[in-house]
């Protein structure tokens, strides 16, 4: 890769890649923590027209600039096309307009809309643009497919019929800074971004599934030698089967693997103590995949993304005033919000004098779709008896049953 720092990519004869990492940022849309950064790309177009896909986040916005008037190396903008209106690919949207007065922007009736609420900016020259419609570049002929919902409303991808490239938007990122690395072929996207994508996914995307599912219909028969998102590295080649077999695990909500995730709150350490005895014994079953997750530490979103990833989630939490220790009810909203389903599920409850946890939690994965419960709900009053050892090995051995 011809990689020099702060300068634009070029990833076919006139494509450029004029993104940028981001490692200042603590949170993701204010909400998810991001402790590996994220980047945002975006695309030029050199053509007998010149063309923008979508523009930055603040956090990367003198990269953007740099970039991009390299890239156009003098030439006037003629399009910017916006796939997406999320702020963190549309901050420099007025200062491009601004700087190429004649700029002709792209975008469909609910982009516009958006762009009044955003910025109260009505373009004077505007391509307004229905689903299947095509835009000339000279060389390139750029096609519009709506991806509605994934992951606004206003969402569309774009087909370079010439390169056979697919602009996917928010599809098919991932949180997690490139760090020198542009192609998901350069990095080992197995071990190293895989957890986050996933995560990012499961997060942003995942209550979408079956807008996903619509979007892909539509692109059944489109060939197509490259995907470009908006975050994290671009797909080409045989890689793009990769990450297309993990979306459509997760938009159908199947899980990757079989496997465990266990997600405990614990107040003095006892619920911790069943959690951590299930898992051993899940491991001397021969479970090789248990995962742990202390929801009084992380984020409910890391929850969130093994619950897609494993056929089984095990919730164990105590009772806190008559009701479900807030942690653990932080992490069943969502998993509520994000539609997590399909899963096999086990209980663990504690209450010292009314157990309420247990009965609060089978009730709302139970409430979710598709979910089936395995095993007896385990309760403890305060701490685990010896004697109750023996139970929580059933409940091991009936979570092992319902991975055969
Ligand atoms: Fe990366 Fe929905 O914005």
């Not at 940022?25 to 695309?43: D, K, Q, R, T």
């Not at 465990?260 to 069943?274: K, P, Q, R």
Request: overall charge negative.
């Amino acid at each position: 890769m011809a990689f020099t720092k702060d300068s634009e990519i070029k990833i076919k004869e006139d494509i450029f890649w004029i993104g940028g990492d981001d490692r200042t940022a603590g949170l993701f849309e204010g909400s998810f923590p991001i402790p590996e950064g994220v980047s945002y790309n975006s695309y030029v177009i050199l053509d007998e027209k010149t063309c923008l896909l979508d523009t930055c986040d603040i956090s990367i916005s003198a990269k953007f600039w740099r970039n991009l008037r390299h890239a156009l190396d003098g030439r006037k903008l003629d399009y910017l096309v916006i796939d997406h209106m999320e702020p963190d690919h549309g901050a420099a949207i007025v200062q491009v307009i601004e700087t190429y007065p004649d700029v002709i922007v792209v975008g469909n009736s609910k982009t516009f809309d958006m762009l009044d609420n955003f910025y109260q900016l009505k373009p004077a020259n505007k391509l307004e643009v229905k689903e299947g419609d095509v835009l000339c570049l000279g060389k390139h002929t750029l096609k519009f497919v709506f991806a509605v919902m994934v992951h606004w409303p206003e969402v569309m991808f774009v087909y370079d019929e010439k390169d056979r490239i697919l602009f996917s938007a928010d599809a098919f990122g991932t949180f997690k800074t490139l760090s020198g690395a542009l192609y998901s072929d350069e990095i080992d996207f197995d071990r190293d971004y895989l957890d986050e994508a996933r995560r990012y996914y499961a997060n942003i995307v995942g209550k979408y599934g079956s807008k996903v599912q619509a979007v892909f219909n539509k692109l059944e028969n489109v060939p197509i030698d490259m995907i470009c998102p908006l975050h994290g590295p671009i797909w080409r080649g045989e890689n793009i089967g990769y990450i297309m077999e993990k979306y459509i695990l997760w938009s159908t909500y199947e899980p990757e693997e079989k496997g465990v995730v266990i997600a405990y709150t614990s107040m003095y350490g006892n619920t911790a103590a069943v959690a951590d005895k299930l898992a051993l014994m899940l491991k001397a079953k021969g479970v090789e995949n248990v995962t742990m997750h202390d929801v009084t530490r992380v984020h409910p979103s890391y929850v969130v993304g093994d619950a897609f990833r494993f056929s089984n989630i095990v919730l164990a939490a105590p009772t806190y005033n008559n009701n479900l220790h807030p942690t653990m009810s932080a992490v069943l909203e969502d998993m509520e919000i994000m539609t997590v389903q399909n899963r096999k599920f086990s209980v663990i409850g504690n209450g010292s004098w009314a157990p309420q946890s247990p009965k609060i939690i089978e009730e709302r994965l139970s409430a979710m779709k598709n979910m089936t419960k395995v095993g007896e709900t385990f309760v403890i009053k305060s701490s685990m008896r010896p004697e109750q050892l023996p139970e929580l090995e059933k409940l091991a051995e009936d979570i092992v049953a319902s991975m055969q």
